[in-house]
């Protein structure tokens, strides 16, 4: 079984990625970019470049193949624009973004927008996949070309898990390099359980249909329990990778844990924790704001601490590195790590 790093906005930028590959890496196949927009006038924010930057990137072997550069857009010539780009990166595979459920997003038709026009999507993506074929066929070799492979990260409808037939119909239609379902609609957000009978089906349809790609299951894997859940499913419809999110930010040794290893050790946490604060100082100026970037973490890894409340409201009130340094030492202190 293969694990990835799921994308996540403002959280897996590359100074966690980092970080978390050094310490926690070896289980880890892949990690994906939170979306790069790709722009309707050909440009990126500078910010999110700079996420997919080589320069930035520390400790990876072969970064080109572990970590995918994930591409939100709207247009075949917009993503193709940013495909090259990553391309010209070094990068071997862009994901494309078809499952961000929110409205800012979805009412300019991207992320999960795109699934509730199908006969667009189906042009887009064929527009996408001709040039991609195109590129593969008059390459010498796969260093010649000049489009990455394209892996599709989607939902299974927008409102209606019935809506995935058609959707995994159109997804079969071309050579998509892997196919990750989060195993929600769009109305579900991050919300209650995943559908896991509607995945089933959807693989299925997907595989009836002729499609291809290898397919990664996602959503609410946090323990060895949840991954045990899934066996029938990972068996039956021969799943090969599963893609971790909100389970990878509340115990960054998860895949460890489900690979057979140990269990995640307080003074890991602590060095992670430390490592990763020095890692944003080095690209945010405020102290206040690399203390909030820290909280987004302590939202998640808050449950590592027993009896915890007033220790983490410390955390959550410190204004200066010397505060904040003072309260994580004192929750590891007082409170019992589980
Ligand atoms: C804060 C946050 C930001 C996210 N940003 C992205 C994103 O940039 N691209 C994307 O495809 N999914 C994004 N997701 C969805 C995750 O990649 C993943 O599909 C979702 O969290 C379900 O997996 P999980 O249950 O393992 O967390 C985001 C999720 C969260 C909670």
Redesign the pocket.
Known sequence: MKFYF??????TLYPLRNIHHEMFGGTIDKYYT??LTAHHNFHFKKREKRDAQPEYIAGFENYEEQIVP?IMANRPDTFLWAAREMKKLGYKEVNI?L??PAATVTNSNKGAGLLTDTEYLDKMLGDIFMEYDKDVQSASNADARTLPDISI?TRLGFTDEAEADSLMRIYAKYPVKELTI?ARVREDF?KGQPRLEAFKRAAEVYRNEGGKADICY????FSADDLAGLDATIKSENISSV?????LLTDPALARVLSGGDALKSEELREYLKRLYEEYAEFIPEERNVIFKMLEHWAFLHVHFEDCERNLKLIRKARSKGEYFAAVNAIFHDCKFV
């Open positions: 799921a994308p996540m906005e403002g959280i939170p979306f994930q973004n499952g961000c990260k989060h991050y996602n959503g609410n894997i893609m971790l999110g909100r389970g």
